[in-house]
Antibody, heavy 117, light 110 residues
Framework: EVALLESGGTLVQPGGSLRLSCVAS????????MSWVRQTPGKGLEWVSA????????YLANSVKGRFTISRDNSKNTVYLHMNSLSVEDTAMYYC??????????WGQGTLVTVSS | QSVLTQPPSVSAATGQKVTISCSGT????????VSWYQQLPGTAPKLLIY???KRPSAIPDRFSGSKSGTSATLGITGLQAGDEADYYC???????????FGTGTTVTVL
């Protein structure tokens, strides 16, 4: 059974940095692309970033380019989201998801990031 | 902000049918497969439809999807109280080189 467990969300001050982790199980991690998607409380879904199975190819939403990076460690079945220069607009629940060809098949339960002074 | 447009809300009585539209452009829906996600209150999104009209094995056939040109549609028949949720369409956008979601639609069962 596929499982995705996010962690690392916390309260952080504006301008701060944070690293989110997502540990995967139940499938061959290294052959699957992974994504991060966020949701501001009470609002819609916003795709943030994706990374190929090998980690060679990465994508970032324009709203986070230059501030966020995505990486993965296939030996640990873990994908990371490195977030810098955080602003209040980055406050959201962050979900990791397992990519298939053109869709996001399985989602974790999310980790909450709050940016506030 | 979202580049795919959905109606904010739809409603119908128990047992009836609702449809949710998702409007995009040639850069996204027009050239890519569409998927749909259901988000029940307080939970993570769940895949409902992929590749325009395919259902994962655990999804009942009351849920259906279709695509025509730059628009897609999700249909729910035999509406149940448990279908009350937010629904989002999603697809890849070539001009943005990123995945995009719809604005989201809240389904209310009367």
């Amino acid at each position: 059974e596929v499982a995705l467990l996010e962690s690392g969300g916390t309260l952080v001050q504006p301008g701060g940095s944070l690293r989110l982790s997502c540990v995967a199980s139940g499938f061959t991690f290294s052959t699957n692309a992974m994504s991060w998607v966020r949701q501001t409380p009470g609002k819609g879904l916003e795709w943030v970033s994706a990374i190929s199975g090998s980690g060679v190819v990465t994508y970032l939403a324009n709203s986070v380019k230059g501030r966020f990076t995505i990486s993965r460690d296939n030996s640990k079945n873990t994908v990371y989201l490195h977030m810098n220069s955080l602003s209040v607009e980055d406050t959201a629940m962050y979900y990791c998801a397992k990519n298939e060809t053109t869709w996001l098949h399985f989602w974790g339960q999310g980790t909450l990031v709050t940016v506030s002074s | 902000q979202s580049v795919l447009t959905q109606p904010p809300s739809v409603s119908a009585a128990t047992g009836q049918k609702v449809t949710i539209s998702c409007s995009g452009t040639t850069f996204n829906i027009g050239t890519n497969y569409v998927s749909w996600y259901q988000q029940l209150p307080g939970t993570a999104p769940k895949l409902l439809i992929y590749d325009n009209d395919k259902r994962p094995s655990a999804i009942p056939d009351r849920f259906s999807g279709s695509k025509s040109g730059t628009s897609a549609t999700l249909g729910i028949t035999g509406l149940q109280a448990g279908d009350e949720a937010d629904y989002y369409c999603g697809t890849w956008d070539f001009s943005l080189s990123g995945y995009v979601f719809g604005t989201g639609t809240t389904v209310t069962v009367l």
